[in-house]
């Protein structure tokens, strides 16, 4: 029912109810109850005619705000994924392989390394020998057993890691730490909103020290020769 129609209504039956006597004095009192009646049922049918519009409106609010909601999450959801991501592993492919301070080879940080990142990738699990113990010689990681590449240092390397993650490849990074240089896998990034502009403290490592899962920045800093390699598989 349109507003004019209804406003229309709303009037005619407020007269008849209200002053039944003045719209129907010449019929008397039967006049007077048709017409309370008349008046009744225009006051119930412009009743139930404004809760149907109400009813209308309200179900079309919660349409427009359901949208708004789907919206909202979507890009919520989007912005999230974005700069959180761990690529998923199986632990016990890990521990499988085991570590640096385990095995007491200390110098093999960047084969542990390595066959980390390929169980992180696909679940390949290799013991670190095949990536060359004491001398890592990259097989798989880097392309042509280079024992250098460089990614360029800070932001672009980031970027680099970020965008191999973000595609299920982890990455081997050259870092320093307290204990001098070292080699970690990593596997996830965290708060990276904006993917030109991470540090170290945006990414999820493995730890070949000790098998460990922990923030790389928690631990360490880049050792500043823009040095990571990438799986070549
Ligand atoms: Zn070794």
């Known amino acids: 029912m349109n507003a004019k129609l ?5 009037a005619l039956a407020l007269a008849l109810a209200l002053v039944p006597g003045t719209a129907f004095a010449a019929d008397g009192a039967a006049a007077d109850q ?5 008046g009744s049922m225009l006051v119930s049918l412009s009743a139930s005619s ?46 499988a392989i085991g570590n640096q301070a385990r095995s007491g080879h200390t110098i093999c940080c960047p084969s542990y390394s390595c066959a980390y990142a390929d169980a ?24 042509g057993n280079s024992s250098f590449r460089n990614a360029g240092y ?3 390397q980031l970027r680099e890691a970020y965008d191999q993650i973000s595609q299920g490849r982890p990455v081997v990074i050259h870092v320093g730490g307290v204990s001098g240089e070292h080699w970690i896998a990593l596997i996830g990034y965290q708060n990276a909103a904006d993917p030109d502009n991470l540090t170290l403290s945006n990414f999820t490592a493995l730890d070949p020290w000790d098998g460990a899962q922990i923030n790389a920045g928690s631990k360490y800093r880049l050792y500043g020769d823009g040095c990571q390699h990438i799986s070549s598989r």
Do not use: N
């Not at 209804?6 to 709303?10: G, L, S």
């Not at 990738?121 to 113990?133: A, I, N």
């Open 154 to 156: 800070g932001t672009p």
């Open 34 to 38: 048709a017409g309370l009646s008349q």
């Open 50 to 95: 404004a809760a149907e519009d109400a009813a209308a409106a309200s179900k079309e609010r919660a349409e427009r705000l359901s949208g708004m909601y789907d919206k909202l999450h979507k890009v919520v959801t989007e912005k999230v994924e974005k700069a959180f991501y761990t690529i998923p592993y199986d632990r016990a492919d890990i521990d």
């Open 120 to 143: 992180v990738m696909d679940g390949t699990v290799r013991d670190h020998s095949y990536y060359v113990c004491s001398s890592c010689r990259w097989p798989d990681w880097g392309g």
């Open 6 to 10: 209804k406003r229309a209504a709303v």
